[in-house]
C-alpha cells in the first residue's frame, strides 16, 4: 500500500498560481495512476485531474482545463498539480490519490486558499 504526503497549499491572490506535490512511499509509486482532487465543506470531493502511471495520458475537469498541468516524476515518487490564474472558487482542500483497481489511497490534504 503506497503512503502519500501533499505539500504546496497556501493562500494565493485570484490570477495567482501554485504547485502542489504528494509524494508517495511504502510502494511502487510507478505502477499507480495518480489522481488530485479537491473538496469543500459541505460539498462531495471532485476529481480535478489524472495521470497515467507513466505519465503520457492525463485528463482534466472542464473547470481547470488550460489553467492546471498535472505531471508526475516516477524517480522522484511524485506527482505535481501546477496551478496558474487561480480563482476564488478553486478554495479548497487538495488530495492526491493512487488508484488500484476500484480502490483509492489518499494523502492527508493540503489547503488553497484563494482570496485577496
Known amino acids: 500500500q503506497v503512503r502519500l504526503v501533499e505539500s504546496g497549499g497556501g493562500l494565493v491572490q485570484p490570477g495567482g498560481s501554485l504547485r502542489l506535490s504528494c509524494v508517495g512511499s511504502?510502494?511502487?509509486?510507478?505502477?499507480?495512476?495518480m489522481r488530485w482532487f479537491r473538496q469543500v465543506p459541505g460539498k462531495e470531493r471532485e476529481l480535478v485531474a489524472g495521470?497515467?502511471?507513466?505519465?503520457?495520458?492525463?485528463n482534466y475537469d472542464d473547470s481547470v482545463k488550460g489553467r492546471f498541468t498535472i505531471s508526475r516524476d516516477n524517480r522522484k515518487n511524485t506527482v505535481y498539480l501546477q496551478m496558474h490564474n487561480l480563482k476564488t472558487e478553486d478554495t479548497a482542500v487538495y488530495y492526491c490519490?493512487?488508484?488500484?483497481?476500484?480502490?483509492?489511497?489518499w494523502g492527508q490534504g493540503t489547503q488553497v486558499i484563494v482570496s485577496s
Open positions: 490519490a493512487a488508484q488500484e483497481w476500484s480502490t483509492f489511497y
Open positions: 511504502g510502494s511502487d509509486f510507478s505502477k499507480y495512476p
Open positions: 495521470i497515467s502511471t507513466a505519465g503520457g495520458s492525463t
